[in-house]
């Protein structure tokens, strides 16, 4: 092996889906880079960003695709979708309407993605508790129906966002390994 050179056991390819602005961007990025932007702009261009963690002493490179703008119903193409074996779809503790289109984002992603996907249900913005207009309640019974992992998050303070990716890149490692 070529020194510096790291050594990969696997490669996970997920996906972030959901409506516009509910912090998907900002998620990758504090997962990422370990960063936050306040006034983040509208992602441009199709785009992934990696991490690789180690687990159970094997090293797993998270390539992480984030949308490109393309938040508009039936706007996200296959190839966004092709080769995932995880997803995070996320939306705003705040806006009622992120939460209410979860649905059909789900059925989106059946619709495009390998059966045996692994897929968390993020609510984010958890910070901002007193807007809150989707109470934990109704996310944990439609995660729960649907059989995905569920997690409140706040890219903003860093709440949650590791244990979402790795509660995900660890299920996956335990069905591949
Ligand atoms: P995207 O369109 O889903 O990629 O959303 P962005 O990541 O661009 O975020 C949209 C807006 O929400 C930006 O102004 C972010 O600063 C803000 N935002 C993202 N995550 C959080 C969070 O956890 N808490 C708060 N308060 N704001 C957030
Ligand atoms: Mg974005």
Redesign the pocket.
């Known amino acids: 092996m070529a020194a510096g050179a790291e050594r990969i056991d696997f490669v996970f390819k997920v996906v972030l889906i ?1 409506d ?8 990758l990025a504090r997962f990422a880079r370990n960063e936050f ?4 702009k ?2 441009i261009g199709v785009e992934f960003q990696t991490r690789t963690v180690v687990i159970d002493h094997k090293s797993v490179k998270a390539q992480i695709w ?1 949308t490109a703008g393309q ?1 508009r119903y039936r706007a996200v193409t296959s190839a966004y979708y092709r080769g995932a074996v995880g997803a995070m779809l ?1 939306y705003d503790i705040t806006k009622r309407q992120s939460f209410d289109h979860i649905a059909r984002w789900l059925e989106e992603l059946r619709g495009h993605a390998d059966k045996n996907i692994v897929i968390m249900l993020v609510g ?5 508790e007193e807007q809150r207009a989707v109470p934990v309640e109704d996310a944990k019974e439609f995660a729960q129906r649907e059989g995905l992992f569920f997690l409140e ?5 860093a709440t949650n966002v590791e244990t979402a990716f790795l509660t995900v890149l660890t299920e996956i490692f335990n069905i591949v390994s």
Request: aromatic content about 0%; glycine content about 8%; hydrophobic content about 35%.
């Open positions: 959901g516009a602005a509910v912090g998907k961007s900002q998620i932007t306040i006034d983040s509208a992602t984030d938040e996320v984010n913005k958890s910070d901002l998050t706040s890219a903003l303070q």
